[in-house]
């Protein structure tokens, strides 16, 4: 988690967690992913891919 702390557009804490805090979206400067091996294994999504993969359970709060 270091190594991505040093790369994340922000900090830590304006990050967006999912609810059990088990993922993470960070924001990379464009170009960083490529830049650091250890993101390799993490996909690389835009605005819109990103806004579609957060609209499911893992991430939002039940309506109660």
Same mark, same amino acid.
């Given at each position: 988690? /270091?190594?991505?702390?040093?790369?994340?557009?922000?900090t830590?804490?304006?990050?967006?967690?999912?609810?059990? /805090?088990?993922?993470?979206?960070i924001k990379?400067?464009?170009? /960083?992913h490529?830049?650091?091996?250890?993101?390799? /294994?993490?996909?690389? %999504?835009?605005?819109?891919?990103?806004?579609e993969?957060?609209?499911?359970?893992?991430?939002? %709060?039940?309506?109660?």
């Amino acid at each position: 988690m /270091d190594e991505i702390n040093a790369v994340i557009v922000g900090t830590p804490e304006t990050q967006r967690y999912s609810i059990d /805090d088990s993922l993470i979206v960070i924001k990379l400067h464009q170009g /960083d992913h490529n830049e650091y091996t250890f993101l390799a /294994d993490y996909p690389v %999504q835009g605005h819109s891919e990103i806004l579609e993969s957060l609209n499911n359970y893992q991430w939002k %709060q039940p309506i109660p």
